[in-house]
């Protein structure tokens, strides 16, 4: 804490009786959006309220009221669903959403376009399906993400049950999602109630957990508040180095905000994760910067109070000292696309979705094929980091029907992707985020398709690499940890980081500032010529300009001509 006044968001908590407010009555008035207060609360129950941003533009100076609407999350530990599931959250999709599903960098669903009067409606309807929205936003543990793939042996499994039980641990306690989205029994006043791990005032910011393995990082673990690394000799589960102190926002003109990676804590052994997550998170509840939500975050609490006494505090909470941490470090990341070995006759197939978004286009039907397939051979669906989807417990005798199926609706198989495409990932941006100040989503297949045309001509056409773009510098597409990156400064313009790690073991450098959109691809190509003439066998290209430093590689800026 730091002697400051609270800041006015830490007062709505203070006063929201268990994240009630009045959210029900606001939610009974015949109007399109909520209080300030209101909204800030919606985020707690798994919702944004937003404003379609392209339409206030052609709106402007009309006498129209604000095209509010709403982006519902929902949270899915590990990204795994039934194939029932997925099939109600599809069907929603159309029923009060915009026709779309989208898949998070954190394995989560979100419905984008949903209107104030189908709120209620569209939770309690994902609700019913056994999937919850509690959570997925505002000032508590986000959805825990974990390796989703299926990969014959079990060991994914077995991290993954773990995941889900941390992830169920964390869970709020207050009845106000239950009374206000499904008719729960009033709970009088809500002043009785007891959150134990939260307290009244919830966290200071978001708080985010991963699992991942050292061969494999699909998570990025190590931009996670609270990280798990398996340790698993011989593939038998032991336990998970603890990783804290990672998170990737930052805000333009502030130096004192930044991307960081997590450090490493200790070692827990498996049937002590959910104990000593707890505790973590509780030392963030009791420590972390609740003046200011630009330096809530964990990273900011250990970088004011060390490691040291970071440790000495949850060790206090546990009440015992924490093991020292195995020598085990991340080594390989896989994007699991294409078809994998499950066991028991069984397969899963990787499909890439490009940026996340489930959608049918003229040419490549893919949110019809998806549901097809999950329809004909009851398959179950697993959302990737990624943002890719995993359709799993595939017969081998009906690997063949799949195939025709996605064919028939222009899905072709992903060998064809060349690798930029492949890693690449985006945030939703405009026009949805109100956060964002460039375009994200929309614009970086375009950029892609750039990148793909120089990297040819340059004969770089298989080189892998991860290329991330956002709208805004909060990092929600894991921009910082990528090979190559843009984040938006203003409409149109982009800052341009390089060298950080396809792993997600290091951070990148800014290369170049505000460059123009039109303008990505050329400002970087002077980068993909030195790389195709000085790199090492097989060295990727962030590691190639963390090895040579982005200052050797900078090209000057042209010297102005004489008189």
Known sequence: MTG???????QVKEDSRGLRGDLDAQLAEDTSHFSEAGAQLLKFHGTYQQEDRDRRRAQRGTDAEPAHQFMVRCKIPGGVLTGAQYLAIDELADRYGNGTLRVTTRQGNQFHGVLKGDLKNTIRAVNDVLVTTLGACGDVVRNVISCPAPV????????LRVARRLSDHLLPRTRAYHEIWLDGEKVAGGDGEQEPIYGTRYLPRKFKIAFAFPNDNCC???SNDLGFLAVAPAGRLVGFNVLVGGGMGR???KTDTYPRLADTLGFVRSGEVVEVGEAIVKVQRDHGNRADRRHARLKYLLDKQGLGWFRDQVERELGRPLAPATAVEVSGIEDHLGWHEQGDERSFLGVFIENGRVVDGEDRRLRS???RVVETVDAGVRFTPQQNVLLTD???????????ILADHGITRDASLTPVRRWSMACPALPTCGLAVAEAERALPDVIGQLEHELEQLGLEDAAMTVRMTGCP?????????DLAFVGRSLNKYGVFVGGSMLGTRLGTLYADLVPRDRLVAAVRPLFERYRDERLDHERFGDFVHRVGVDAVRVPPPVPAGP
Request: glycine letters at 12%; proline letters at 9%; aromatic letters at 2%.
């Open 251 to 253: 805000t333009h003109g």
């Open 474 to 482: 909060n990092g929600c597409a894991r921009p910082y940890t990528a």
């Open 394 to 404: 595939i017969p081998n005798r009906q690997v063949t029907l799949v195939e025709h």
């Open 152 to 159: 014959a042996g079990g060991l994914r499994e077995d991290v």
């Open 369 to 371: 094929g998806l549901r």
């Open 4 to 10: 400051k006044p609270l800041s006015p968001v830490e």
């Open 220 to 222: 990025d673990v190590h």
